[in-house]
Nanobody
Framework: QVQLVESGGGLVEAGESLRLSCAVS????????SGWYRQVPGRQRELVAS???????TYTDSVRGRFIVSAADANKMVYLQMNNLKREDTAVYYC?????????????????WGQGTQVTVSS
């Protein structure tokens, strides 16, 4: 059983910072890519940042230079440092993991999501 649990969301003022954490629990799998997504009501969930098992990070244009994604323990812990937050960053932030299991019985790549954490930026 694989579970992702996000934490660190909250209410901040514009210009302030928050750090989100995502903890992945379970056994006998390898995480290939971890990602942070966000969603506001009425809009599609969008990719914010991702990081591969080897540490290659990518960012959507609107957060590049302000957000930093990092990982530890073979991506079982993933972080999103959000600096200089803007009102438009307000959303529910979700952690995602693309992984494969050690057991040959479960072939292929599987995707798991966390339950989300609310980030609200007031101006």
């Amino acid at each position: 059983q694989v579970q992702l649990v996000e934490s660190g969301g909250g209410l901040v003022e514009a210009g302030e910072s928050l750090r989100l954490s995502c903890a992945v629990s379970g056994n006998s799998f390898n995480i290939w890519v971890s990602g942070w997504y966000r969603q506001v009501p009425g809009r599609q969930r969008e990719l914010v940042a991702s990081i591969t098992r080897r540490g290659t990070a990518t960012y959507t244009d609107s957060v590049r230079g302000r957000f930093i994604v990092s990982a530890a323990d073979a991506n079982k812990m993933v972080y999103l440092q959000m600096n200089n937050l803007k009102r438009e960053d307000t959303a529910v932030y979700y952690c995602k993991a693309d992984l494969s299991f050690d057991s040959a019985y479960y072939e292929g790549t599987y995707t798991y999501w966390g339950q989300g954490t609310q980030v609200t930026v007031s101006s």
